[in-house]
């Protein structure tokens, strides 16, 4: 049921940065990013499981989609003109299920139920148990052939709504994202972006040692896509970046240069922390560092 005091204060945050100039902001959205990280640290810590590295990774991109992009209603989730947004790399949902109690889509107190037995809150998301979900992610290389059908669905209706789908770098060697990205241009969905979190580690080893991806940007152009990188920190790149208006008919791409682990020194680009779970003095000392 959605959190009415959390959605009173998503709106006024709505309603000021409407307003801010940059540096505000900025302000504002680090603000809400350092937020939603140590809700990942303790939620992570408290259930002793979860993607720590990327969870930390994609929290910018999703504190500037849910601060300042997104057109949604969080106490209307079904509002059919709501903007779609789908985390492909649903291995991360503490971050986003985070980001959906900023909005008041829940109250905040469920996290501690994240990963219980029963809890609806899964280790991977489910649209059909968490409010404000869109897709039920886990498997990677899906998100983004949904978010195609996704986009194609709203436009015969004549829906005005943005389809933003956020992927791991990792997990673009999956060729579904490839035909999915063919599609995406022929049909030149302009309503369409996909952000990818490109952190450069996937699970267990680097992405380049793994099969390399790069010249990233160069790939999705040659797909029909405009493509944008930018630093997957800097809020109001991000910002910029999603927000600016479209050259082409062509769907976009933001390559978002980020860190996995971001914000925790001692997590910062170590592989190991893909999966690991900070004990109760690293938890302490990432807390620490994140305040
Ligand atoms: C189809 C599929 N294969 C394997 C996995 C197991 N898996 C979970 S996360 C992950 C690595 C993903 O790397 P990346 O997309 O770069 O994510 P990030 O580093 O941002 O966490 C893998 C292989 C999965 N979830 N789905």
Redesign the pocket.
């Known amino acids: 049921m959605p959190d009415h005091d959390a959605i009173g204060e998503w709106r006024r945050l709505r309603a000021r940065l409407a307003y801010a100039d940059r540096p505000a902001s900025a302000a504002a959205l680090a603000t809400l990013a350092r937020t939603i990280r140590r809700t990942v640290i303790s939620t992570i810590s408290g259930a002793g499981l979860g ?1 720590t ?3 930390l ?2 929290t910018d991109i999703l504190s500037t989609l849910y601060g300042a992009v997104l057109r949604i209603d969080p106490a209307q989730p079904d509002w059919p003109d709501r903007d779609r947004f789908i985390l ?5 949902s503490v971050a986003l299920y985070t980001a959906l109690t900023t909005c008041g889509f829940f109250p905040a107190e469920a996290l501690r139920t994240f990963a219980a037995p029963m809890s609806p809150l899964n280790g ?1 998301p489910s649209r059909r148990a968490v409010p404000g979900v869109e897709t039920s992610t ?5 998100g983004l052939p949904v978010g195609v059908g996704v986009a194609v669905g709203l436009l015969l209706r004549g829906s005005p709504a943005k389809t933003v789908v956020v ?8 060729g579904s994202n490839w035909e999915a990205a063919m599609t995406a241009a022929h049909r030149r969905l302009t309503s369409l972006t996909a952000i990818v ?8 080893a680097r ?1 380049c040692e793994t099969a390399n991806l790069e010249p990233l940007a160069d790939k999705w152009r040659a797909f029909g896509w405009e493509a944008v990188e930018v630093d997957g920190h800097d809020h109001l790149a991000l910002l910029d970046a999603v927000t600016a208006p479209r050259g082409a008919l062509r769907p976009r791409c933001v390559i978002a240069r ?1 860190v ?1 682990g971001r914000g925790v020194s001692f997590m910062e680009d170590r592989v190991e922390w ?2 690991k779970v900070p004990d109760a003095e690293q938890a302490r000392t990432a807390l620490e560092e994140l305040r």
């Open positions: 993607h590295g990327g969870d990774s994609v492909s790399k649903g291995h991360c991977h886990g498997p990677l290389g899906h992927l791991g770098d990792g997990e673009l060697q999956e979190d490109c952190n450069g580690l996937q699970q267990g992405t980020t996995k893909h999966h």
